[in-house]
């Protein structure tokens, strides 16, 4: 089952350092959607994008906070210097094209600690 | 906006009966796609029933199956002979029928399956 497949699933780190969170979609999928879940919080978008672009980031903090999905290899959100309000589950999802349902698959999320 | 609202955070059923979960939305959109998602203890995000809002047919997937009521948009999840694995955080989802876009999610609610 070649599904969207997110790394590492643990991440730990101090305030300050940097944190890179990856996400595979599935084989054949363009589109590529970054969303946070703070603890008893559902999900809350931050970033939307195709290969090469960033369509929507409306969701995603102005500062700190980036994010890619190269041409070839895997979609990239990078928090620069992170802090404790950081500490979340990221979740990525994917889908095959524009228009129809817009059924997303999830990832099973990275879950980050900050220290 | 689109604003998506669950208003029970928690709920418990007795293993093989039936539970039913609230949501609501709040949008300006005359189609659209919504969704129940299921969270277990793994915290991957795993669909369980979609609905099209142009649909007046109800959705339904095996034991699960949702009442939409468009004009007062409510749509309410039905689980039958609910089994423990059911156990799980439940999200309600909104996506406008606007190409690939974000979804919106609301809070969830917890729901424990005793036997």
């Known amino acids: ?115 | 906006a689109q604003t998506v609202t669950q208003s029970q955070p928690e709920m418990s059923v007795q293993e093989a009966e039936t539970v039913t979960l609230s949501c609501t939305y709040d949008t300006s959109e005359s189609n659209y796609y919504l969704f129940w998602y299921k969270q277990p203890p793994s915290r991957q995000m795993i669909l369980v029933i979609r609905q099209e809002a142009y649909k007046q047919q109800n959705a339904t997937e095996n034991r699960f199956s949702v009442n939409f009521q468009k004009a007062a948009k409510s749509f309410s999840l039905k689980i039958s002979d609910s089994q423990l694995g059911d156990t799980a955080m439940y999200f309600c989802a909104f996506s406008p029928n606007s190409g690939n876009t974000p979804l919106v999610f609301g809070k969830g609610t917890r729901l424990s399956v005793i036997a």
């Open chain 1, 1 to 115: 089952n070649a599904g969207v497949m997110q790394n590492p699933r643990h991440l730990v780190r101090r305030r300050g350092q940097e944190a890179r969170l990856r996400c595979s979609p599935v084989k054949g999928h363009s589109h590529v959607y970054w969303y946070r879940q703070l603890p008893e919080e559902g999900l809350k978008f931050m970033v939307y994008l195709q290969k090469e672009n960033i369509i929507d980031e409306s969701g995603m903090p102005k500062e700190r906070f980036s994010a890619e999905f190269p041409k070839e290899g895997p979609s990239i959100l990078r928090i620069q210097q992170v802090v404790r309000g950081d500490s979340a589950a990221y979740f990525c999802a994917s889908s095959p094209r524009t228009g129809g349902a817009n059924e997303q698959f999830f990832g099973p999320g990275t879950r980050l600690t900050v220290l």
